[in-house]
């Protein structure tokens, strides 16, 4: 079956990005543009009722909720960072008190550093070959911040603190910055590679107080209420709680191939005491590998295709459809009757074939109760992801993976159970 799909060149919002409604916090990566969020909530007429995002990445789907005047939103994901980024946004706390402990610790962080001896006395913390990512001077000054951030009593304004941080830690790095993978700049740029730590941070921290007290404060209200989660949404989502409301933006693959969240991630998580950041892209979808192929519906005659021409590449693109199935089956039976689903997904291309990510969405939810009401289709112009891959691993041989982006809308039966 073939669902219904429309080219809708109003949610293409071509010439806008993340900044004009919403600035976010830190750079995150294949952020969903919440102006995106806001029209098809509106176009639904929702305005209460309780949201999920269970791949809620940096928080955009809270920021449409927030600003059509939904106060009850639930939100998972396995990346510490994803979690900090949205706790910080989306939690009310007074711009002054944030403004204040700015002072504070800019204070006690120069007053710190007057003496040498003091930045010899702090142990570094064990970053895997920090040597290869921080010269020792941008080492040992990120040390000194996290050394006072940690010491903050107020756990709300320290989890703001070390989102700006975290950005820091990255741009000091030796990494690529215009990259999503983890890749090191080249020794000549390290050469004349001298990044001031600290003016770096507090620039971004007085910025990210400016953004949140322009844009989020005025929005949370005193009944908004948001849970998030570090984990799948399967593991900890209490089995009586049920939900009105998907607007989400899943991954359009395993983090190997498509977008590197963990890679993104792993300096600042390490520098923030997650324990294994570097394993996180096996964690999230698809990044288990399975022995067989995924050989039902909609997907069953591409992923063949693919498997004609690479068979490993075939298994490593049903380990994602399998593990997207399965977060469905736990997602579709606590949806509320009359709820919706709201799903953004790029239709990527592997080995040539274009893999119908929005079919199978569609398809999967039908089999618990749902209505397929319509496909929107849009054009992929404003979200940073890899828009080039190089399927035969040729130089110079790159196809387009994505152009679109498809809108899946779902409605559950009124009288499911």
Known sequence: ??????????????DQGYADLYPNLHK?????????????????GI???????????????FAAALDVGITQMFGFDLNPLAILITQAKFTKIAPAALDEARQKLREAVFEFVKKEKNLNRLELPNITNID????????????????????????????????????????????RNNEFKLYRIKPAEILSFNPDVFSAFFKKLTDSIQIYADYYFPKIQ????????????????????????????????????????????TLAN???????????????MGGKRVKRLYNQGVLEQTISQIAQIDEKRALDV??????????????????????????????????GAQLPTDQFIAEQFEQYGFKHQITYERALSSKVMPSQNSPSNQKGAKVNTMLFEYVIICEKDKSAG
């Not at 309780?50 to 940096?58: N, R, T, V, W």
């Not at 409301?245 to 590197?260: E, F, N």
């Not at 390490?270 to 999230?284: F, I, M």
């Open 47 to 61: 305005s209460s009722g309780i949201l999920l995002d269970p791949y809620c990445g940096s928080g955009s789907s």
């Open 132 to 175: 290869y990512w921080f010269s020792p001077a941008v080492a040992q000054n990120l040390n000194v911040l996290r050394y006072f951030i940690d010491q903050m009593e107020d756990q709300k304004i320290k989890n703001f603190f070390l989102v700006p941080y975290a950005e820091t830690i990255r741009e000091c790095s030796y990494t």
């Open 270 to 284: 390490e520098w923030l005491g997650v324990n294994e950041a570097r394993k996180l892209d096996n964690a999230l």
């Open 28 to 44: 995150y990566p294949a952020t969903m543009l919440p102006q995106i969020g806001v029209a098809l909530l509106k176009r639904l």
């Open 318 to 351: 049903s380990a994602f459809y399998f593990d997207l199935q399965d977060s469905i089956a736990q997602i579709a039976p606590q949806i509320n009757p009359g709820g919706n689903i709201i799903y953004l997904v790029g239709n990527r291309t592997v080995k």
């Open 1 to 14: 079956m073939k669902y219904s799909i429309i080219r809708d060149k109003t949610l293409d919002f071509a």
């Open 222 to 265: 005193e009944e908004t209420h948001l849970e998030l989660r570090q984990a799948p949404f399967s593991a900890e989502v209490n089995p009586q709680q049920t939900f009105d409301i998907v607007l989400t933006s899943p991954p359009y693959g395993d983090s190997r191939t498509t977008v590197a969240y963990g890679q993104f991630s």
